[in-house]
Each structure stands twice: as C-alpha cells, then as structure tokens.
C-alpha cells in the first residue's frame, strides 16, 4: 500500500520540530548550568579572597593549625570555611606605661611613667605563642618600671636616665623575643616628687649656691687683699704716691655732688705735730 507523500512530509516537519525543541531546552540548560557554574565561581573567589596591606603579614590557619609561610602584602586566598587569616601589623606602636609608684633604693617616694616603642618581628609567634603581645608588653613595661625604681637611686632617676632606660629596654626585652617583639626604645618620661622633697632639693640647692657666693667672695677678698698689700708696699717705698691717692680719693667724692665731705687726714701729720708741740715745753738745760 502506497504512503500518502503529504502525511510523510507532515510527520519529518513534526520530527524536525521536535528535535529543534529539544536542542534548545538542552542549550538552555546548558547556559544555566554555565550561569551556575560562574556564580558559584564568583561566590567562592569572593569568598577566598583577602587582601593584606603593606604594613601587615597573614598567619593563615587551617583546621586550627598553621599552615605555610606568612602571606606577604597584596592579593591571596584561602580555602573558605576551612581556612581563617589573622593579620599583624609591623608598625611601630608607641605604647605609654602609666605611671608607676614606689621607693628608691635610698628610700624615697616616687612616680615615674615612661614610653616603650616596639614592634613584630615574627608574626607566628606573636600570633602562636601569647594571647594578647600588646597587653603582655605593658605588663611586662609596668613591673620591670617599678623594679628599676626599686633598685636606683633618687639622683639617678633624675640626672643618669640614659643607663636606665637602657637597663629598662634589656628587663623588657629578654621575654619579648619570644613573643615575636622586639623593643626599639625604652624613655623614662617623667619623675614625680613629694612636695616635701621638692622642698628639701630646693632648699639644699639654695644653700650649695650660697656656699659657691661665699667661696667666689673670699676668693676675691683674698685676691684683694693681696693687691692692697701690694700697693701699701708701693706706696711705702714712695711716700708721694700715698697723698696722690688721697688727692684721687677727694675728687671722685667731690665728683658725686655731696653735701658733705669727709677728709682723711694722715696719721703720720698728726704724730709730727704732736711732736713739734711737746718739743717747746720740754726743760731746758741749767746755767
């Protein structure tokens, strides 16, 4: 029996129809499953991806360990969920120690605070092997202060700094290099007084400066006095030179417009007239 070429024609437009229909849900899935693919690609860079400044490291940790070398400055990435980035920074930090009360080795009361600048050298180990380095190094800055205060003396905190800030940044340290810190500098800031022993320095600096005035002035007492008598001496060999001192003396008193003048009159003129007074009553010779 002969096919009808009409319905043959109908059923390969039916077949052909049927098979474009099916190509394109298979395209359409195709491109959602590509549009998934890429979501979740950029989801999961999104979430991987860190960023570490210039003046931090990353201490990565996986599963609570800590695995490969510190991550430098610039773009990394971390397996989501499973790894955590802690960053440290490698600035200096300028911490100030507060002030610390206790007595000098020659028993006196005092308040000293200072400064400590530090910074991380070794991010694992600040991260790893103490809980908070910041708080640590305070701490440590606070006792080791009150033990140097323990073992100085009253002058020494005042005027020999440098030797302490020296022993201080040595006392903080020795337990630092552990934590991954190092110390740059230590500086004693200021050292507080009672009133009572403000006063006391006070008075004590008022008499040393009175008794350096009493040494210059006996100095120059004696320098003087050397001079006077080397001028007597002078004016002892030539007996002229006395009475134009005296002339010198009155016209620079004169010179002052005083009302007053006072003339100093030798002693060696009264001694000559006194003797030419007792010569005329002396007795004299019998005849």
Do not use: C
Not at 111 to 117: I, L, N, P
Not at 123 to 133: L, Q, S
Not at 152 to 180: C, F, T
Request: charged share 25%; glycine share 4%; aromatic share 4%.
């Amino acid at each position: 029996m002969a096919s009808d070429p009409a319905t043959d024609i109908s059923l390969h437009k039916r077949s052909f129809q049927a098979s474009e229909a099916e190509e394109v849900v298979m395209l359409e899935e195709l491109l959602t499953a590509a549009v998934a693919v890429g979501a979740g690609a950029v989801a999961y860079v999104a979430a991987a991806a860190r960023i570490v400044k210039q003046y931090e490291r990353g201490v990565v940790f996986r599963l609570g360990r800590v695995i490969g070398a510190v991550r430098t400055p610039g773009f990394t990435m971390v397996v989501p969920v499973v790894d955590r980035l802690r960053k440290v920074n490698m600035q200096i930090v300028t911490m100030p120690v507060p002030a610390q009360e206790g007595i000098t080795h020659d028993n006196v009361t005092v308040r000293v605070d200072a400064v400590v600048y530090f910074r991380v050298v070794d991010p694992t180990a600040a991260i790893v092997n103490v809980e908070d380095y910041r708080f640590a190094v305070s701490q440590m800055a606070q006792t080791s202060l009150r033990s140097i205060i323990g073992k100085s003396e009253l002058d020494d905190l005042l005027s020999n700094r440098e030797k302490l800030n020296e022993g201080l940044e040595l006392m903080i340290d020795s337990p630092a290099v552990g934590w991954g810190v190092q110390i740059d500098r230590v500086e004693i800031k200021d050292v507080s007084l009672p009133d009572t022993m403000k006063r006391s320095m006070a008075r004590q600096a008022e008499a040393d400066r009175e008794r350096r005035a009493r040494i210059i002035n006996a100095d120059a007492e004696l320098q003087a006095s050397k001079k006077l008598a080397e001028a007597a001496q002078q004016m002892s060999d030539t007996p002229a030179a006395l009475q134009l001192r005296l002339l010198q003396t009155v016209v620079a008193v004169a010179a002052e417009k005083n009302s007053t003048l006072v003339l100093p009159f030798p002693v060696e003129l009264l001694r000559f007239l006194e003797k030419a007074q007792q010569q005329p009553l002396a007795p004299g010779p019998d005849r």
